[in-house]
């Protein structure tokens, strides 16, 4: 009998208890967040797997210039062991001149591999165009690729694509708005008004009435000190504080691709009958040769042949009660032996009729 793929969203399939969570876990402050940076480079040291692209040559040529050395206009440097690469890394909150970040680099020319590259330094900058990092290191690449010469490559995992851990330094200070105003502003992970309701009352009940407010569903604004280092210490009471997060809304998730289905313990099925079955329809392709005589003037014709197979398999009906929950939805399908593309035609069959009370999500 074929089972499902089924992954549950809560911790347990037959408890509803709730567990009290860090604060820490469930929100973030508002405005301290990290920043993306992007910049451009050349990597050197390949063996024979760069690219052979216009502009790499053009970064090569005006990198060389920059150190005094000049090549002829009619000369093209169309070295093999350099490749023109995007660099990505992201600056963390509060992160000062000095420290260092982790840098991914990626080819943007047509380099088979960067395996042993060396990125050269290169500037990182943020989406207002300043510089806030440089970029320079060995390359550490999972991948690797091999090629024969009459064409065939084989390759593992991604070669055109490394990283450099500590691999910038931080040059500018992202300004923010932590130590301004005379309030904070939690943002919770997962919107819900619940929640929001509950992290307010609880702050309130350990500092006092009016000191957090719920904004929405989101937002919740606590008073706190102005002056910056007491309000560490503020923050850092806070975020230990234990809140018991509402129940997740029902919610079933499906991966068409991959045959993942996700449900939630709060889904609840309306009385419904549901009937199980299979059609499969099966069709190949034959091709028979007619030779002619061997004295004869006619020439070998080759003649199609399809045969189509058409089996009904046996259906299958299933009642679910008032009130259904999730672990008689799984006992119910296993016992009938769907698989997880007909359990996915099942619950949108469900949805479609009304009798799902849950969000069906299909990615």
Not at 1 to 30: C, G, Q, W
Request: aromatic fraction near 4%; hydrophobic fraction near 40%; avoid cysteine.
């Amino acid at each position: 009998m074929k089972r499902l793929l089924i992954i549950m969203l809560l911790a347990s399939l037959y408890s509803t208890t709730a567990f009290a969570e860090r604060l820490k876990d469930l929100v973030s402050v508002s405005g301290v967040r990290s920043n993306q940076l992007v910049g451009y480079g050349l990597v050197v040291g390949l063996d024979g797997t760069g690219d052979k692209t216009n502009f790499t040559s053009q970064t090569f040529r005006n990198m060389l210039n920059n150190f005094g050395v000049a090549i002829p206009p009619n000369i093209n440097p169309n070295s093999k062991n350099i490749a023109a690469v995007a660099i990505h890394a992201d600056l963390p909150p509060f992160a000062k001149p000095g420290q260092m970040i982790d840098v991914t680099v990626s080819t943007i020319g047509d380099a088979k591999s960067l395996r042993g590259g060396s990125l050269l330094m290169s500037p990182l900058k943020g989406a207002d165009g300043e510089v806030y990092a440089m970029a320079q290191g060995s390359l550490i690449v999972a991948g690797f690729g091999a090629e024969g010469r009459d064409g065939s490559r084989l390759s593992v995992n991604v070669p055109s694509v490394g990283r450099i851990p500590n691999g910038a330094s931080v040059e500018r200070v992202v300004p923010n708005a932590f130590s301004q105003g005379d309030s904070l502003v939690l943002n919770l992970h997962n919107p819900d008004f619940t929640t929001s309701r509950r992290v307010a009352e609880q702050i309130n009940s350990l500092l006092g009435p009016d000191v957090a407010a719920s904004l929405d569903a989101t937002s919740i604004r606590v008073r706190a000190p102005r002056d910056a280092s007491q309000r560490v210490s503020f923050l850092s009471v806070l975020e230990n504080l234990r809140v018991e997060p509402a129940e997740e809304t029902a919610k079933i998730i499906i991966n068409s691709r991959t045959g993942t289905i996700v449900i939630g313990q709060n889904v609840r099925v309306s009385p419904v009958a549901v009937t199980h079955g299979g059609l499969t329809v099966s069709i190949t392709e034959e091709f028979d040769v007619d030779q002619p005589n061997i004295l004869g003037q006619g020439r070998t014709v080759v003649t199609p042949r399809t045969g189509i197979d058409i089996e009904e398999g046996s259906g299958r009906m299933f009642e679910f009660a008032p009130g259904t929950s999730l672990q008689d939805i799984v006992e119910a399908v296993n016992q009938v032996g769907a698989a997880p593309g007909d359990l996915m035609a099942i619950l949108e069959a469900l949805k479609q009729a009304g009798a799902l009370r849950a969000e069906l999500v299909v990615i």
